[in-house]
Nanobody, 121 residues
């Protein structure tokens, strides 16, 4: 079984910064991509940023230049540094990894429980 533990959400004023962290644990054999998604009520979950095992990153246009994703492969962690936050960044942020629990098991998606980020104007 794979568990994801997120931390770092909270309330911040517009223009401020937050750092989200996600630690994966459990029966992990290998992790491929890691990423952050966000969701507001009534809207579908959307990709914020993702990073491959080789370090290639991908960002939503709305966060380019403001957010930075990073990962520590030795510790199975992924972080999201969020700067110049805007009220429209308010959402529940979810960590997701693509991992497998053994060499002969298929890759699967694993999600964290979500952490609230609220940006006040």
């Amino acid at each position: 079984q794979v568990q994801l533990m997120e931390s770092g959400g909270g309330l911040v004023q517009a223009g401020g910064s937050l750092r989200l962290s996600c630690a994966a644990s459990g029966s992990i054999f290998s992790i491929n991509a890691m990423g952050w998604y966000r969701q507001v009520p009534g809207k579908p979950r959307e990709l914020v940023a993702a990073i491959t095992s080789g370090g290639t990153t991908n960002y939503a246009d709305s966060v380019k230049g403001r957010f930075t994703i990073s990962r520590d492969n030795a510790k199975n962690t992924v972080s999201l540094q969020m700067n110049s936050l805007r009220p429209e960044d308010t959402a529940v942020y979810y960590c997701k990894i693509v991992a497998r629990t053994n060499w002969n098991r298929p890759w699967g998606d694993y999600w964290g429980q979500g952490t609230q980020v609220t940006v006040s104007s």
